[in-house]
Protein backbone atom coordinates (compact mmCIF):
# COMPACT_ATOMS: atom_id res chain seq x y z
CA UNK A 1 0.00 0.00 0.00
CA UNK A 2 2.67 2.26 0.35
CA UNK A 3 4.13 1.88 -3.10
CA UNK A 4 0.77 2.16 -4.38
CA UNK A 5 0.34 5.38 -1.86
CA UNK A 6 3.55 6.94 -3.49
CA UNK A 7 2.34 6.43 -7.10
CA UNK A 8 -0.90 7.97 -6.44
CA UNK A 9 0.79 11.05 -4.76
CA UNK A 10 3.00 11.50 -7.50
CA UNK A 11 0.59 10.91 -10.30
CA UNK A 12 -2.93 11.36 -8.62
CA UNK A 13 -3.52 14.82 -10.87
CA UNK A 14 -3.49 12.20 -13.93
CA UNK A 15 -5.34 8.86 -12.21
CA UNK A 16 -7.83 10.71 -10.03
CA UNK A 17 -9.80 12.18 -13.58
CA UNK A 18 -9.46 8.82 -15.21
CA UNK A 19 -11.10 6.69 -12.62
CA UNK A 20 -13.85 9.14 -12.09
CA UNK A 21 -14.57 9.43 -15.76
CA UNK A 22 -14.26 5.39 -16.51
CA UNK A 23 -16.34 4.96 -13.54
CA UNK A 24 -18.96 7.76 -15.00
CA UNK A 25 -19.08 6.40 -18.53
CA UNK A 26 -19.75 2.14 -17.16
CA UNK A 27 -22.91 3.08 -16.37
CA UNK A 28 -25.34 5.89 -16.80
CA UNK A 29 -25.96 8.28 -13.57
CA UNK A 30 -29.25 7.58 -11.53
CA UNK A 31 -32.61 9.73 -12.48
CA UNK A 32 -34.64 7.62 -9.70
CA UNK A 33 -33.84 5.97 -6.36
CA UNK A 34 -36.43 2.87 -5.56
CA UNK A 35 -38.59 4.42 -8.35
CA UNK A 36 -38.62 7.96 -6.39
CA UNK A 37 -37.00 11.10 -8.46
CA UNK A 38 -38.37 12.41 -4.56
CA UNK A 39 -35.58 10.21 -2.95
CA UNK A 40 -32.94 11.00 -5.89
CA UNK A 41 -33.80 14.61 -5.24
CA UNK A 42 -33.17 14.56 -1.27
CA UNK A 43 -30.43 12.73 -2.00
CA UNK A 44 -28.74 15.05 -4.48
CA UNK A 45 -29.25 17.89 -2.38
CA UNK A 46 -27.71 16.19 0.99
CA UNK A 47 -24.19 15.71 -1.83
CA UNK A 48 -24.41 18.74 -2.63
CA UNK A 49 -24.37 19.58 1.27
CA UNK A 50 -21.22 17.08 1.97
CA UNK A 51 -19.51 19.08 -0.80
CA UNK A 52 -19.85 22.17 0.83
CA UNK A 53 -18.69 20.44 4.04
CA UNK A 54 -15.45 19.65 1.99
CA UNK A 55 -14.85 22.66 0.71
CA UNK A 56 -15.50 24.41 4.34
CA UNK A 57 -13.00 21.73 6.00
CA UNK A 58 -10.24 22.53 3.76
CA UNK A 59 -10.86 26.35 3.77
CA UNK A 60 -10.86 26.07 7.66
CA UNK A 61 -7.53 23.99 7.52
CA UNK A 62 -5.96 26.05 5.26
CA UNK A 63 -6.92 29.17 6.82
CA UNK A 64 -5.75 28.60 10.60
CA UNK A 65 -2.63 26.59 9.18
CA UNK A 66 -1.02 25.60 5.67
CA UNK A 67 1.27 23.39 4.46
CA UNK A 68 2.88 22.52 1.12
CA UNK A 69 0.96 20.49 -1.34
CA UNK A 70 2.13 18.15 -3.72
CA UNK A 71 5.34 17.14 -2.06
CA UNK A 72 8.64 18.09 -3.28
CA UNK A 73 9.12 17.34 -7.17
CA UNK A 74 5.68 15.26 -6.66
CA UNK A 75 7.33 12.70 -4.36
CA UNK A 76 6.25 12.93 -0.47
CA UNK A 77 7.87 16.01 1.56
CA UNK A 78 7.66 17.52 4.23
CA UNK A 79 10.39 20.64 5.66
CA UNK A 80 8.55 20.83 8.82
CA UNK A 81 6.01 18.46 10.97
CA UNK A 82 3.05 20.49 11.21
CA UNK A 83 0.61 20.11 14.24
CA UNK A 84 -0.89 22.90 15.01
CA UNK A 85 -4.41 24.23 13.87
CA UNK A 86 -6.71 21.46 12.46
CA UNK A 87 -3.72 19.19 12.66
CA UNK A 88 -4.04 19.00 15.91
CA UNK A 89 -7.53 17.76 15.59
CA UNK A 90 -7.07 15.41 12.99
CA UNK A 91 -3.50 14.39 10.81
CA UNK A 92 -4.91 14.33 7.55
CA UNK A 93 -7.68 17.28 7.41
CA UNK A 94 -6.90 17.98 3.87
CA UNK A 95 -7.56 15.07 2.61
CA UNK A 96 -10.84 14.55 4.87
CA UNK A 97 -12.27 17.30 2.74
CA UNK A 98 -11.04 15.77 -0.30
CA UNK A 99 -12.82 11.84 0.56
CA UNK A 100 -16.13 14.25 1.03
CA UNK A 101 -16.19 15.77 -2.08
CA UNK A 102 -15.01 12.88 -4.66
CA UNK A 103 -17.80 11.33 -2.01
CA UNK A 104 -20.74 13.44 -2.85
CA UNK A 105 -19.38 13.43 -6.49
CA UNK A 106 -19.96 9.49 -6.73
CA UNK A 107 -23.80 10.14 -4.67
CA UNK A 108 -24.54 12.54 -7.00
CA UNK A 109 -23.90 9.99 -9.87
CA UNK A 110 -26.56 8.21 -7.74
CA UNK A 111 -26.03 4.67 -9.59
CA UNK A 112 -25.47 2.24 -6.92
CA UNK A 113 -22.26 0.35 -8.11
CA UNK A 114 -20.98 3.14 -9.56
CA UNK A 115 -21.63 5.17 -5.94
CA UNK A 116 -19.88 2.19 -3.64
CA UNK A 117 -17.30 1.17 -5.94
CA UNK A 118 -16.18 5.34 -6.70
CA UNK A 119 -16.35 5.80 -2.59
CA UNK A 120 -14.44 2.80 -1.95
CA UNK A 121 -11.69 3.06 -3.91
CA UNK A 122 -11.25 6.79 -3.29
CA UNK A 123 -11.03 5.62 0.34
CA UNK A 124 -8.81 3.43 -0.70
CA UNK A 125 -6.57 5.14 -2.83
CA UNK A 126 -6.25 8.16 0.00
CA UNK A 127 -5.84 5.49 2.69
CA UNK A 128 -2.68 4.29 0.17
CA UNK A 129 -1.25 7.96 0.02
CA UNK A 130 -1.71 8.23 4.01
CA UNK A 131 0.56 5.17 4.71
CA UNK A 132 3.24 6.45 2.17
CA UNK A 133 3.30 9.94 3.88
CA UNK A 134 3.26 8.54 7.06
CA UNK A 135 5.88 6.70 6.55
CA UNK A 136 8.09 9.40 5.45
CA UNK A 137 7.17 11.34 8.28
CA UNK A 138 8.26 8.76 10.77
CA UNK A 139 11.46 8.30 9.45
CA UNK A 140 12.84 12.08 9.12
CA UNK A 141 10.68 13.08 12.44
CA UNK A 142 11.31 9.82 14.42
CA UNK A 143 9.60 9.99 17.63
CA UNK A 144 8.50 13.32 17.70
CA UNK A 145 6.05 12.06 14.62
CA UNK A 146 4.91 8.76 16.78
CA UNK A 147 4.00 11.41 19.64
CA UNK A 148 1.99 12.84 17.30
CA UNK A 149 0.07 9.54 15.66
CA UNK A 150 -0.21 8.32 19.75
CA UNK A 151 -2.19 11.91 20.25
CA UNK A 152 -3.88 12.88 16.99
CA UNK A 153 -6.63 10.49 15.06
CA UNK A 154 -5.68 9.78 11.54
CA UNK A 155 -8.71 10.37 9.85
CA UNK A 156 -11.98 11.07 12.65
CA UNK A 157 -11.78 15.07 13.83
CA UNK A 158 -11.45 15.77 17.60
CA UNK A 159 -13.93 18.78 16.61
CA UNK A 160 -14.69 19.27 20.39
CA UNK A 161 -10.57 20.39 20.61
CA UNK A 162 -11.47 22.89 17.72
CA UNK A 163 -11.32 25.94 20.35
CA UNK A 164 -8.43 24.74 21.66
CA UNK A 165 -6.04 24.08 18.18
CA UNK A 166 -7.22 27.71 17.06
CA UNK A 167 -6.60 29.56 20.54
CA UNK A 168 -4.31 32.23 19.38
CA UNK A 169 -4.43 31.99 15.66
CA UNK A 170 -6.04 34.42 13.17
CA UNK A 171 -7.78 32.75 10.27
CA UNK A 172 -6.35 34.26 7.11
CA UNK A 173 -9.12 34.00 4.25
CA UNK A 174 -7.12 35.91 1.42
CA UNK A 175 -4.75 32.88 1.79
CA UNK A 176 -7.53 30.37 1.42
CA UNK A 177 -8.55 32.27 -1.60
CA UNK A 178 -5.12 31.83 -2.74
CA UNK A 179 -4.30 28.84 -2.32
CA UNK A 180 -7.38 26.57 -2.45
CA UNK A 181 -9.30 28.77 -5.21
CA UNK A 182 -8.50 26.28 -8.16
CA UNK A 183 -9.68 23.22 -6.04
CA UNK A 184 -13.64 24.68 -5.64
CA UNK A 185 -13.27 25.56 -8.84
CA UNK A 186 -12.18 22.11 -10.52
CA UNK A 187 -15.24 20.72 -7.87
CA UNK A 188 -17.64 23.15 -9.36
CA UNK A 189 -17.01 22.73 -12.76
CA UNK A 190 -16.86 18.86 -12.35
CA UNK A 191 -20.42 18.35 -10.65
CA UNK A 192 -21.84 20.77 -13.33
CA UNK A 193 -20.60 18.81 -15.89
CA UNK A 194 -21.89 15.86 -14.02
CA UNK A 195 -25.55 17.05 -14.06
CA UNK A 196 -24.79 18.29 -17.90
CA UNK A 197 -23.89 14.22 -18.23
CA UNK A 198 -26.89 13.33 -16.02
CA UNK A 199 -29.56 15.08 -18.27
CA UNK A 200 -27.97 13.99 -21.23
CA UNK A 201 -27.96 10.40 -20.63
CA UNK A 202 -31.79 10.65 -19.56
CA UNK A 203 -34.73 9.68 -21.44
CA UNK A 204 -37.19 12.32 -22.30
CA UNK A 205 -37.20 15.60 -24.03
CA UNK A 206 -34.00 18.14 -23.38
CA UNK A 207 -34.36 20.98 -21.38
CA UNK A 208 -32.27 23.02 -23.22
CA UNK A 209 -33.35 26.08 -20.69
CA UNK A 210 -31.67 24.24 -17.86
CA UNK A 211 -28.81 22.80 -20.31
CA UNK A 212 -28.23 27.04 -20.66
CA UNK A 213 -27.73 27.23 -17.21
CA UNK A 214 -25.95 24.48 -16.11
CA UNK A 215 -23.29 25.92 -19.38
CA UNK A 216 -23.46 29.69 -17.97
CA UNK A 217 -22.68 28.63 -14.89
CA UNK A 218 -19.49 26.62 -16.07
CA UNK A 219 -18.51 29.86 -18.00
CA UNK A 220 -19.00 32.11 -14.71
CA UNK A 221 -17.07 30.20 -12.79
CA UNK A 222 -14.19 29.81 -15.32
CA UNK A 223 -14.84 33.56 -15.66
CA UNK A 224 -14.17 33.96 -11.77
CA UNK A 225 -11.00 31.82 -11.66
CA UNK A 226 -9.00 33.21 -14.34
CA UNK A 227 -9.89 37.03 -12.70
CA UNK A 228 -8.60 35.06 -8.85
CA UNK A 229 -5.27 33.53 -10.99
CA UNK A 230 -4.70 37.23 -12.29
CA UNK A 231 -4.99 38.65 -8.82
CA UNK A 232 -2.89 36.06 -7.56
CA UNK A 233 0.10 36.49 -10.47
CA UNK A 234 -0.26 40.15 -9.78
CA UNK A 235 1.01 39.61 -6.05
CA UNK A 236 -2.65 40.40 -4.27
CA UNK A 237 -2.18 37.47 -2.72
CA UNK A 238 1.16 37.15 -1.59
CA UNK A 239 2.63 36.29 1.73
CA UNK A 240 3.57 39.38 2.55
CA UNK A 241 0.22 40.94 1.87
CA UNK A 242 -1.20 38.19 3.74
CA UNK A 243 0.62 38.87 7.13
Known sequence: MISIGNFL????????????????????????????TTLEYA????????VFLGLL????????????????????????LVTEGMFSICRNPLYVGNVLIYSALFIIHGEPVVMVTGILL???????????????????????????????????????????????????????????????SATLITLLLAKIYEHAAAAG??????????VALIALTGVATALVSGLKKRGVFSESKLA
Do not use: H
Request: charged share 20%; net charge positive.
Open 57 to 80: FRATVIGYAYIQRGGLNKKVYAKN
Open 43 to 50: VEIAAWFI
Open 122 to 184: FCFMYQCIVYAEEAFLEDKFGEGYKAYCADVPRWIPRFGKFSQATDGMAFNGKRVIAKDYSTA
Open 9 to 36: FRYRNQVFPLIIVALFLSAPPATEIFGS
Open 205 to 214: PTNVRYLSIL
